[in-house]
């Protein structure tokens, strides 16, 4: 009879009874490796652009799905984010030219968004979440289910961000910052109305706009202080 290789009981079949661990394991390969890769970053067999479509087509309405238990079919929202937020820091690293002595502020503003933009907002993720829980608070609605709407929704947020910032190099002198700003306002106004859809939708609404104005004007000075200190 096989023996598990990891509790060390004997079993019939493929795996062990006791603590699941296959008893016959394959080798190790390079096509192995990938495969888990692909597997725990994408849940390829689960569809990361699924979850990307959902959260275009029907943004607020995904979240809560998710909340309400329908999570087989979507990607996790840590494992979304770690792939939208490197995907945006690569992009941004790139996209956004600076020169690499910067001596006055408007420079170091640009150096700032080019390397450290991406790594602000995944550290006030949590800030924002509380901001959400905060003004949209309700028995039914707790912080960590906050942080799940938040995450989903900024994952979105910074992939968009990539071609709003390439709209530099095709429309000169277009203030991509505040393109950002306007497309950001009215999607996460449509996440909410979707998410909070029993609730009135004005005030929803007005909550939305309280709530984008305080995780920007947050973002705005956690952000001016980091370039000034590269200034």
């Given amino acids: 009879m096989p023996v598990c290789r990891h509790c060390h009981l004997e079993g019939v079949g493929r795996y062990c009874t006791d603590c699941g661990e296959i008893y016959e394991p394959k080798r190790i390969t390079v096509h192995s490796i990938i495969h888990e890769a692909v597997h725990t970053f994408t849940h390829a067999d689960k569809g990361i652009l699924h979850t990307l479509k959902c959260l275009v087509l029907h943004p607020g309405t995904m979240q809560k799905e998710y909340i309400g238990g329908e999570r087989k079919i979507h990607q996790k929202p840590f494992a979304l984010f770690f792939i939208c937020a490197t995907i945006t820091a690569i992009a941004l690293h790139f996209v956004n030219k600076t020169p690499e002595n910067y001596i006055d502020f408007d420079v170091a503003k640009e150096h700032f968004y080019k390397n450290y933009y991406v790594i602000q907002q995944t550290v006030m993720l949590p800030a924002y979440a ?102």
């Fill in 130 to 231: 509380l901001i959400t829980w905060g003004v949209f608070y309700s028995k039914n609605f707790n912080y960590a289910e906050a942080l799940v709407l938040m995450i989903y929704s900024l994952s979105f947020s910074l992939l968009i961000i990539i071609p709003i910032n390439l709209l530099g190099y095709i429309f000169k002198g277009i203030n991509e910052q505040l393109v950002e700003i306007i497309f950001l306002a009215v999607y996460m106004t449509i996440t909410n109305v979707n998410f909070f859809k029993e609730k009135n939708h004005f005030i929803i609404v007005a909550k939305s706009v309280v709530v984008m104005l305080a995780c920007y004007g947050l973002s705005y000075l956690a952000g001016r202080q980091v370039i000034q200190a590269l200034v």
